[in-house]
């Protein structure tokens, strides 16, 4: 009875991390062809008015947060895999893909957030303006929130599984 | 020192010939001036406009430094008919707040428009620095325009030829383009604020038209704008129930591309 609750969890556990896999390949090959194709135009709004300088501020802020919380949580699932001795192990193929699927989508995140930085950085000091409704903005602030949002649902799946093997 | 009898002769030949194609040219020379001169003094009286012998130096000047072709461009077209067109002009011109002042006079013209029956649009130039104005491409050809005339002052008026155009203007050596039918009133020529990417400006009449940056739909409707990186942008510009409107053009770093399209009904 027992075992097979335990294979029955188990098969559900590998049609999640397949979904899991899948979901991330169909979002990374999407975000790729965007990136690729995408528009990097800007409607030009001249940075001259307070509403406008505060808006800027804001949008960047939201943008440095997430990316700090990715690399937070980078950081603390490494150091909870790898200092501490809680019980989850990282072992077979359905924690070790959790696992690289949170490394990849919260690395992502952090790559969405240092390239639209930098653009958006330079195209207001080159170009003395921003735009926030730019398909460009709207790419990178999806990108960045999907990836990491990922990377939250992949490092959970990744404790679960790892609890799972151990 | 024996010069040799053949180089003689040569040298008298060539000296006489020199003597004789200037003898022949001159007389033709003087010719065009007074033909030119004659029909703007006439052009002058049928537009009702009052026309000063310096201008008019300056004016038959122009059309020697701008290269006129006169045995085809000037005689092909009918003396009336060059008068007539040389009047509205001169008319459009006077309309100006400026008036019939020399420099603006002799800048804003090319003697190439004789051979087309256009009307001129005196339009005033919205821009935010003094401009010059480079050069016009139409279905006519290029025309190039000294940069010697000196600049048009922001609000300046300015006469161009009621045809469809691009116009290239100098800004703080910044080229900004203007594509489309002058009308009179304003033209808007926005320099661009960058120095790395270039600037698209798309006005259209009606407004809330779709537009299209290299085939890819722009998520903003006319009147818009856009920075973009430097290259060969193609615009289309469509809205139901009207025309397409398409232009092309290579924009470099720093440059500017206004473009105001009239969507025609279907």
């Known amino acids: 009875m027992l075992q097979t609750k335990t294979r029955r969890r188990s098969v559900w556990m590998n049609i999640a991390v ?3 896999f899948t979901t991330f390949a169909i979002m990374a090959w999407r975000v790729a062809q965007d990136f690729l194709t995408l528009e990097r135009g800007m409607v030009i709004n001249r940075l001259d008015t307070e509403a406008s300088r505060l808006a800027i501020t804001m949008f960047f802020a939201k943008m440095t947060t997430l990316g700090q919380l990715a690399v937070a949580l980078l950081g603390g699932i490494w150091a909870f895999l790898t200092l501490t001795d809680p019980g989850v192990k990282v072992r077979g193929w359905p924690a070790l893909t959790c696992f690289g699927l949170a490394n990849a989508s919260l690395a992502l995140s952090l790559i969405a957030y240092a390239y639209g930085y930098d653009f958006l950085v330079s195209r207001m000091f080159y170009h003395r303006t921003f735009d926030i409704d730019a398909p460009l903005v709207a790419f990178v602030q999806t990108s960045q929130q999907n990836f990491f949002l990922y990377g939250v649902v992949a490092s959970a799946f990744t404790i679960f599984t790892g609890r799972y093997a151990s | 020192m024996k010069i040799p009898l053949s180089s003689l002769l040569m040298l ?23 033909m ?5 003094k006439q ?16 004016f038959v000047n122009a059309a020697k430094s701008q290269t006129l072709d006169f045995n085809g461009v000037y005689k092909s077209v009918p003396r009336d008919i060059r008068i007539t067109r040389l009047a509205r002009y001169l008319s459009a011109r006077d309309s100006t707040t400026e008036g019939l002042t020399q420099l603006s006079t002799v800048r804003d013209f090319q003697w190439g428009y004789l051979a087309r029956d256009l009307g001129y649009a005196p339009v005033r130039l919205e821009t935010v620095k003094e401009a010059k104005l480079l050069r016009i491409e139409s279905a006519d050809g290029p025309y190039e325009f000294s940069s010697d005339y000196g600049n048009i002052r922001p609000g300046g008026p300015i006469v161009l030829p009621e045809m469809y155009m691009t116009a290239t203007f100098s800004i703080d050596d910044k080229k900004a383009y203007w594509t489309g039918r002058p009308k009179v009133g304003t033209l808007q020529v926005v320099p661009a604020s960058t120095s790395r990417g270039c600037e698209i400006f798309v006005i259209s009449n009606p407004s809330e038209a779709t537009v299209l940056f290299n085939g890819k739909e722009w998520y903003a409707r006319t009147n818009t704008s856009s920075v973009r990186d430097p290259g060969t ?16 053009r290579s924009l470099g770093p720093g440059e500017s591309w206004t473009i105001e399209a009239m969507l025609s009904k279907q």
């Open chain 2, 233 to 248: 942008w193609e615009v289309i510009v469509r809205r139901n129930g009207y025309k397409e409107w398409r232009s092309q």
């Open chain 2, 43 to 58: 052009a002058a009286i049928e537009a009702k406009v009052k026309i000063d012998p310096a201008l008019l130096n300056a």
């Open chain 1, 18 to 20: 397949v979904i899991l």
């Open chain 2, 12 to 34: 008298v030949f060539a000296t006489c010939s020199d003597n004789l194609v200037a003898q022949t040219l001159l007389p033709e020379i003087s010719n065009e001036r007074s």
């Open chain 2, 36 to 40: 030119i001169g004659e029909d703007v």
